[in-house]
Nanobody, 129 residues
Framework: QVQVVESGGGLVQAGGSLRLSCAASGRTFSNYAMGWFRQAPGKEREFVAAITWIGGSIVYAETVKGRFTISRDNAKNTMYLQMNSLKPEDTAIYYC??????????????????????WGQGTQVTVSS
């Protein structure tokens, strides 16, 4: 059974940093993309960043580009999200998930929630002003 578990959230002041982790288990993820999404109260879940295991393709939402860095450790089946220069509008529950389809060099890295499954329980990030 595939499981993903997020950790690393917390309360931080504006301008601060946090590093989120997403540990995956249950199968080999090298052929799939993994993504970070977030959901603020009253808002829809939105894409943050995604990375493919094979080929290392990385995609960011415009709102986090230049501040967040996604990475992965294949040996540990773990993905990370380094978040710097945090803003109050980054406050949300952050989720990680696994793509529904296997990635190839011809496959576009997915960026919508419908293209992912095996969601974790989420980790709360709160940025105070």
């Amino acid at each position: 059974q595939v499981q993903v578990v997020e950790s690393g959230g917390g309360l931080v002041q504006a301008g601060g940093s946090l590093r989120l982790s997403c540990a995956a288990s249950g199968r080999t993820f090298s052929n799939y993309a993994m993504g970070w999404f977030r959901q603020a109260p009253g808002k829809e879940r939105e894409f943050v960043a995604a990375i493919t295991w094979i080929g290392g393709s990385i995609v960011y939402a415009e709102t986090v580009k230049g501040r967040f860095t996604i990475s992965r450790d294949n040996a540990k089946n773990t993905m990370y999200l380094q978040m710097n220069s945090l803003k109050p509008e980054d406050t949300a529950i952050y989720y990680c998930a696994v793509s529904k389809v296997i990635m190839t060099i011809m496959t576009t890295t997915p960026t919508t929630p419908d293209e992912y499954r095996n969601w974790g329980q989420g980790t709360q990030v709160t940025v105070s002003s």
